[in-house]
């Protein structure tokens, strides 16, 4: 594939190159009925909330690593628009370079996929430097919670991408057997190619369901995982509700006993947060819980950002117990700080308090 065609793939109003190889265009079961959808002609005709982005696309997956605790993967696909988010405010980033890198940093014995590690990614030729950039932690429908950026590049060849892992901020939680790790830093050297050969594996098709509430399907990822929470049936506990915040799906549940015991508390309350439409994670938010018995406050506090191998990432309390009758009520201080891909910039910004009853 030419270089220039290449870099016009995902330009907005243009033609973009059917046959999405393996990847399905097609809204998940949750889509809403006809009577809720929209047909977008412009930005302003668009749903709140999540919608189907205009494209779905296929990457070009240039290889992977292990770096200490980590197993981190590069890949890239045509440079892309998407949206910064500082507090509840977007800021958009225009497509520009040769490439958009992307980088998925997990755990390879569970196949967790590590969040707020923190990224940064050097690209050198020869040696030589060539791009750099701290690239954003990201969110899109076919890639989940990833790091990515646009970089550019010196022509064809071959270069090599070395990705810095941060590490968890002692602010998230380890529990389980992920007490004690990913708390170092550690490097990845991966080498890509930038080829006609590598850029025909990114293919583009363009969608019919554009702008209409719902998530193209997350894309396979071989032997990378995806950052997706775990059903509501596979959760340890008892689930209270899933109320759903700006198209946020506030999964609840509450863990006593010894499910608890690993919390350090008696009773546990964790919500999992995650797209409305294909549980993908979302991390990096601020969240508090209050508790009603009677009409009094009986609990009042933040809820730890948190990574378990039962629970996935989620967020956290240990309580002194719940009652029948209790009222939990979540209120959202800060919206997922991650940037968005298409589709999910109108999501997850304006939370409104839920309330679920024990």
Same mark, same amino acid.
């Given at each position: 594939?030419?270089?220039?065609?290449?870099?016009?793939?995902?330009?907005?109003?243009?033609?973009?190159?059917?046959?999405?190889?393996?990847?399905?265009?097609?809204?998940?079961?949750?889509?809403?009925?006809?009577?809720?959808?929209?047909?977008?002609?412009?930005?302003?005709?668009?749903?709140?909330?999540?919608?189907?982005?205009?494209?779905?696309?296929?990457?070009?997956?240039?290889?992977?690593?292990?770096?200490?605790?980590?197993?981190?993967?590069?890949?890239?696909?045509?440079?892309?628009?998407?949206?910064?988010?500082?507090?509840?405010?977007?800021?958009?980033?225009?497509?520009?370079?040769?490439?958009?890198?992307?980088?998925?940093?997990?755990?390879?014995?569970?196949?967790?996929?590590?969040?707020?590690?923190?990224?940064?990614?050097?690209?050198?030729?020869?040696?030589?430097?060539?791009?750099?950039?701290?690239?954003?932690?990201?969110?899109?429908?076919?890639?989940?919670?990833?790091?990515?950026?646009?970089?550019?590049?010196?022509?064809?060849?071959?270069?090599?991408?070395?990705?810095?892992?941060?590490?968890?901020?002692?602010?998230?939680?380890?529990?389980?057997?992920?007490?004690?790790?990913?708390?170092?830093?550690?490097?990845?050297?991966?080498?890509?190619?930038?080829?006609?050969?590598?850029?025909?594996?990114?293919?583009?098709?363009?969608?019919?369901?554009?702008?209409?509430?719902?998530?193209?399907?997350?894309?396979?990822?071989?032997?990378?995982?995806?950052? $997706?929470? +775990?059903?509501?049936?596979?959760?340890? @506990?008892?689930?209270?509700?899933?109320?759903?915040? /700006? !198209?946020?799906? #506030? =999964?609840?549940?509450?863990?006593?006993?010894?499910?608890?015991?690993?919390?350090?508390?008696?009773?546990?309350?964790?919500?999992?947060?995650?797209?409305?439409?294909?549980?993908?994670?979302?991390?990096?938010?601020?969240?508090?819980?209050?508790?009603?018995?009677?009409?009094?406050?009986?609990?009042?506090?933040?809820?730890?950002?948190?990574?378990?191998?039962?629970?996935?990432?989620?967020?956290?309390?240990?309580?002194?117990?719940?009652?029948?009758?209790?009222?939990?009520?979540?209120?959202?201080? $800060?919206? +997922?700080?991650?940037?968005?891909?298409? @589709?999910?910039?109108?999501?997850?910004?304006?939370? /409104? !308090?839920?309330? #679920? =009853?024990?």
């Amino acid at each position: 594939m030419e270089r220039r065609r290449f870099l016009a793939l995902v330009g907005g109003g243009s033609t973009l190159l059917a046959g999405c190889s393996g990847i399905s265009g097609d809204t998940n079961s949750s889509t809403p009925t006809p009577t809720e959808t929209a047909t977008p002609s412009g930005s302003e005709d668009l749903p709140d909330g999540i919608y189907v982005q205009r494209f779905s696309e296929t990457m070009s997956m240039q290889g992977m690593q292990t770096a200490g605790p980590y197993r981190v993967g590069f890949m890239y696909a045509a440079p892309h628009a998407f949206w910064n988010v500082n507090g509840r405010d977007l800021s958009k980033t225009e497509r520009n370079g040769d490439i958009h890198g992307m980088a998925v940093v997990f755990h390879e014995p569970t196949g967790t996929v590590i969040p707020e590690t923190g990224l940064s990614v050097e690209i050198d030729q020869d040696d030589e430097l060539v791009s750099q950039e701290v690239i954003y932690p990201m969110l899109s429908q076919r890639m989940g919670y990833h790091y990515g950026a646009n970089f550019g590049l010196d022509g064809d060849g071959e270069y090599t991408a070395k990705v810095s892992v941060g590490a968890i901020p002692d602010a998230v939680a380890l529990t389980g057997e992920y007490a004690g790790q990913f708390r170092e830093p550690a490097t990845a050297e991966i080498p890509f190619a930038f080829t006609e050969e590598e850029r025909a594996k990114v293919q583009v098709e363009e969608l019919d369901a554009y702008g209409q509430p719902g998530a193209v399907k997350p894309m396979e990822m071989g032997m990378m995982p995806q950052a $997706t929470a +775990p059903p509501k049936e596979d959760l340890p @506990g008892t689930v209270l509700g899933e109320p759903l915040a /700006d !198209d946020a799906r #506030l =999964t609840t549940t509450v863990l006593e006993g010894e499910s608890a015991s690993r919390f350090d508390a008696s009773t546990y309350l964790a919500v999992s947060a995650r797209t409305r439409y294909n549980r993908l994670v979302l991390p990096a938010m601020a969240l508090n819980a209050t508790v009603r018995r009677d009409g009094e406050t009986v609990y009042d506090g933040a809820l730890t950002r948190t990574l378990d191998p039962d629970l996935d990432f989620h967020y956290g309390a240990g309580l002194d117990a719940l009652a029948s009758g209790d009222e939990v009520t979540l209120s959202v201080s $800060t919206p +997922p700080q991650v940037a968005r891909h298409e @589709g999910y910039e109108r999501a997850f910004l304006q939370m /409104d !308090d839920v309330t #679920l =009853t024990v």
